[in-house]
């Protein structure tokens, strides 16, 4: 498996772990990129604590804070990419009909 599907397959194993965890979550923007961000800050953290800095912290490892930021941001996507797919449907004329 090269690199960037091994990466990519994990991105899909969290976003799988976080909707068991969560549901599948729908927020406005300005709340999904809290919780972006919150996980930025995590692997702010976890690189600290990698590079001895002297921050403790609970963050995991950085890896694995990068990987949750990936499928945070593909949370967005699939909210963004759903909401596209609502928009197109009424504006439909077939959709319309019925
Ligand atoms: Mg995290």
């Given at each position: 498996?090269?690199?960037?599907?091994?990466?990519?397959?994990?991105?899909?194993?969290?976003?799988?772990?976080?909707?068991?965890?969560?549901?599948?979550?729908?927020?406005?923007?300005?709340?999904?990129?809290?919780?972006?961000?919150?996980?930025?800050?995590?692997?702010?953290?976890a690189?600290?604590?990698?590079?001895?800095?002297?921050?403790?912290?609970?963050a995991?490892?950085?890896?694995?804070?990068?990987?949750?930021?990936?499928?945070?941001?593909?949370?967005?996507?699939?909210?963004?990419?759903?909401?596209?797919?609502?928009?197109?449907?009424?504006?439909?004329?077939?959709?319309?009909?019925?």
């Open positions: 498996m090269s690199l960037k599907l091994s990466v990519l397959q994990d991105v899909c194993i969290e976003r799988e772990r976080q909707d068991q965890k969560w549901g599948v979550q729908r927020h406005d923007m300005a709340t999904w990129l809290v919780i972006l961000v919150e996980e930025v800050g995590e692997l702010a953290q690189i600290q604590r990698d590079n001895h800095w002297g921050k403790s912290s609970d995991d490892n950085s890896y694995t804070e990068a990987v949750q930021i990936s499928a945070v941001a593909a949370a967005i996507a699939e909210q963004l990419k759903e909401e596209a797919q609502n928009k197109a449907k009424m504006n439909d004329p077939i959709n319309q009909e019925l």
